[in-house]
């Protein structure tokens, strides 16, 4: 049994043994190791990091077994392997390793963990922007195993110290952002500022301070109040730990100036203020520094309409405004220019009773009508059926140009809606009264067919009086096609059925005219001596041919 116990290790070529250092000959830079097996093993001395001593235990893997001088055997082989199933039990078990950077590779560097080389991408090396690459030449750093591929003796392995930076940076932010308040006020100093706003370092991470957030005053910049590198005190305005942001304020911790200002002034006041930026929906006034208010583009004017402040304020200009209206909750002022002046509205009943005549200026044209200023700078509007007896509605238009004078008369006012209709045309007597004055409804005229129609004829009847014979009213028998029994230039006998004086339209009847003269005719040969007649007597039958 004593001898089993003793017996000699039987020694494998590739396996790893443990073994006792028993001598070092530094003249021949070779280790002789006892592997207690019947041959010595013999490692190169400059396998080992530090100089061996006899009776250091050191793992060694066997390279030959033959050898009659002893067995060559590599420790730094059985370290590779030890260190192999090192590093792929920490891929396995996602642990971290310790490991030096070597030196730089295509886009990253090389990473040596004992005799395993690993490839570390360069956005692996670091959070944020990569400065000088030789500086992490040379230096340990713990890394996390992210691949671990092995193909025969190939092996690929990928690391990154960045995983573990994020992890260790969001446990360190975690703690941050339980620590921190809305509201809290702390000390930062400025890291930089952009067009996006002011990074100030909060104690290990960055908060930003918004443009808005710098100063009451509009349009101050950041750099006339603070510099990259200066320490100040910053109130916490937002927290969203989910996106990582938090938003501060510089002007939280100076007094409200809005505040101030509604405890000195109330609606009504009137205040000077500085036009300080226009939009298409009016102009900002600062009235105080850090106090704006709006002047909305309708208390511009009363009488004019305005399309753009810019039209009546500029920018940089100081005027005279009211204040409408004091809006704490929403900390909004509104104001008004036009409030400062008569409101002409108030008394446009007065100044433009129905029926008076006034002169005005054009405006513009539009395709419905003509806008006129009248004396106090109310606009009124001429419909175009309101501008001419006798033309046509488009050719009416036409007569009028923005800017020339032009007499009108007031058709009606709407003090409430703030309209005022004018008319032109009612400036003269209107043609079509007249006519109808002298050709009432039943009266036998005479005219010339000026143009047809497929509904019927209109016929001149005087100049620029013109009536039309419908279809219907050109014969007794159906008219299929009016060319048929009209062409233009005929004279013709009509009856006048209506006038329409308001609208302009009179209703002609040729049927009724042949009908009352046929009637008449028949009652003159009634009355006759002979008592008798015949119906050729008073027909011509050629016609009815």
Known sequence: MELMDFAPAILTKGEIFEGTVITVDEKASLVW???????????????????????????????????????????????????????????????????????KAKNGFKVDFNGIEAYLPLSHIDLGRIGNQDAYIGENFDFKIIKFEQRGKNISIVVSRRELLEKEQAGHM???????????????????????????????????????????????????????????????SLIDEERQRVGLSLKALQDDPFIGFCEQHAEGDVIAGKVVKLESFGAFIELEAGVEGLLHVSELSWT???????????????????????????????????QLVRNPYDTVDTDYPLGSRHTGQIMRTTDFGVFVKLPTDIE???????????????????????????????????????????????????????????????????????????????????????????????????????????KEGDTVNVIILSVDEDNGKISLSIKDYDRDIESELITQHKGDDRGTFRLGDVIDLSQLQ
């Open 174 to 236: 975690k703690e941050i952002f339980e620590s921190l308040h809305v509201g809290d006020v702390v000390a930062g100093v400025v890291k930089s500022i952009t067009r996006f706003g002011t990074f100030v370092d909060i104690g290990g991470m960055d908060g930003l301070i918004a443009h808005e957030e710098i100063s009451w005053q509009r349009g101050q910049s950041a750099r006339e109040i603070v510099s990259p590198g200066e320490t100040i005190d910053v109130q916490i």
């Open 304 to 338: 004019r309409r305005v399309n753009h402040p810019r039209e009546v304020v500029q920018v940089g200009v100081t005027i005279n405004v009211q204040l409408l209206r004091i809006d704490r909750d929403n900390r909004r002022l509104s104001l008004s220019y036009r």
């Open 380 to 486: 009124g509007l001429v419909r175009k059926e309101d501008i001419s007896w006798d033309k046509k509605e488009s050719d009416a238009l036409s007569l009028f140009s923005p800017g020339e004078l032009v007499e009108v008369q007031i058709l009606k006012v709407d003090k409430k809606a703030r309209k005022i209709g004018l008319g032109v045309k009612q400036l003269q007597d209107n043609p079509m009264a007249i006519f109808k004055f002298k050709n009432p409804p039943g009266t036998k005229t005479t005219g010339v067919v000026k143009r047809l129609e497929d509904f019927g004829a209109f016929i001149e009847l005087e100049a620029g009086i013109e009536g039309l014979v419908h279809i219907s009213q050109i014969a007794e028998k159906k008219v299929d096609r009016i060319s048929d029994s009209l």
């Open 33 to 103: 190791i006892d592997l207690n097996a019947k041959s010595s093993g013999i490692a190169a001395l400059e396998e080992f990091d530090t100089p061996p001593v006899e009776g250091d235990e050191v793992s060694v893997m066997i390279l030959n077994t033959s050898d009659i001088d002893g067995v060559k055997v590599s420790k730094r082989a059985a370290d590779s392997r030890k260190m192999r199933q090192v590093v792929q039990k920490a891929y396995k078990d996602n642990e971290t390793i310790t490991g030096k950077v070597t030196k």
